[in-house]
């Protein structure tokens, strides 16, 4: 049976203070995005580093290094594509080659990792 009284400080700082809130709940899914596509991007530059080192053979890169390439550069070369259709090694390493045949045999995914 009280009342209370607000001046109007107190009320623009309390819907301030909501608006924020709502904002942090929006930007906190951009962030763990813009985390995952760091990590990702990260991980192919690491296994393209090796596939240099290895000669830039194809065909001696390790299923694990080729599906981090794969997964950075799908979403670029071939963004219909679906990553899932390639989680094998020798899939991914074969998605790999038909980017350049896709090319007129221009190995254009090894320029999208430089």
């Not at 053979?57 to 981090?68: L, Q, V």
């Not at 219909?80 to 254009?108: C, H, M, Q, W």
Request: aromatic fraction near 6%; charge should be positive; glycine fraction near 2%.
């Amino acid at each position: 049976m009280g009342c209370h009284v607000a001046n109007e400080r107190v009320v623009t700082e309390s819907c301030r203070q909501i608006i924020l809130e709502e904002e942090k709940v929006k930007a906190e899914p951009m962030e763990a995005k813009i985390k995952r596509e760091d990590a990702t991007k990260l991980e192919a530059s690491h296994a393209y580093s090796k596939f240099v080192a290895i000669g830039k053979s194809i065909d001696n890169i390790s299923a694990r290094d080729s599906k981090s390439i794969l997964k950075f550069l799908l979403p670029k070369l071939a963004p219909n594509e679906k990553i899932s259709d390639y989680n094998t090694g020798p899939k991914a390493v074969t998605r790999l080659n038909k980017f350049a045949i896709d090319s007129d045999n221009k190995i254009t995914w090894e320029a999208e990792m430089k």
